[in-house]
């Protein structure tokens, strides 16, 4: 058997005496720091206020006043605004622009007559610097004068320098130019495909400078005319509408370029009006009126 071992002695704790309430004194130091911590934090907050209004203020004393609107500014903003949302042209808006200057209008005077005289028009296109006009034979082939309007409206008489009756082309020469003469760009239709868009300008029963377009719709095209009985090799279809006054006018590619001369359009009843097929003889075969290759 284990011997029995003694107990430890109990530990008693001394009594503690109870505190004794705070003094008034006491009281009133915790009252008046309590109040002055949250006086302070006011303060702080409240001059922090003070101070933000009174920059404000000084700012708004400082900035210029903010200007009145005339109407020119009214008036101006619209025009920026209108103009941002104006469409880009159509190529065919550019198109014309690009050959208007170079675009002639040609009187064949076949009969003087004054009580009815005979005036086959056409159209023509400048093709160099020293006023050269490419057109189509069969417009001044019976004139007995050959008159020529340039695009700033200069008049001129005009001989014939070239013929090339198999493919209906004549060039002309004026005998006085304008100053600010633009030739055209030409270039060889080897680039153009069926479907390809084409513009052509020219004077329709005297109707100055008119615009069609349409598209390629055929290469390599043979036509018989009906009144000289004469066939017309490789020629360019189109569908732009073209009339009596647009032969010897360009046929141009999106770029300005011109591609053809109109030379003729094919209506089955006989009738000079446009039905939906039209003919131009490509730059290249033009070449040839001109002696060499003018692109």
Known sequence: MRPNRPFPPIRREPKQEPKPPPSRLEVLRARLSRFYTRFHSGFLLLAGMLIALAALMVYDSTKPPPQR???RDINAAVARAMASATPTPSYASQVYEVIRP???RIHAIISKSEDNPDVAIG???VIDDSG???SSLHVVREAKEIRVFFADGTEAEASIML???ENDLVVLQPSVIPDDLVPATLTSSDTLHVGDEVVAVGNPFGITNSLSSGFVSGLGRNYKSPKTGETLMNLIQFDAAVNPGNSGGPLLNRNGEVVGIV?????????????GIG????METAAGALGSPPY
């Open 69 to 71: 609107l005339t109407q």
């Open 102 to 104: 170079s675009l002639v």
């Open 123 to 125: 159209t023509g296109v």
């Open 132 to 134: 050269t006009i490419l």
């Open 163 to 165: 013929k090339q009756p």
């Open 263 to 275: 030379t003729a359009l094919l209506n089955p009843t006989e009738q000079d009006v446009f039905i």
């Open 279 to 282: 003919f131009a003889v490509p």
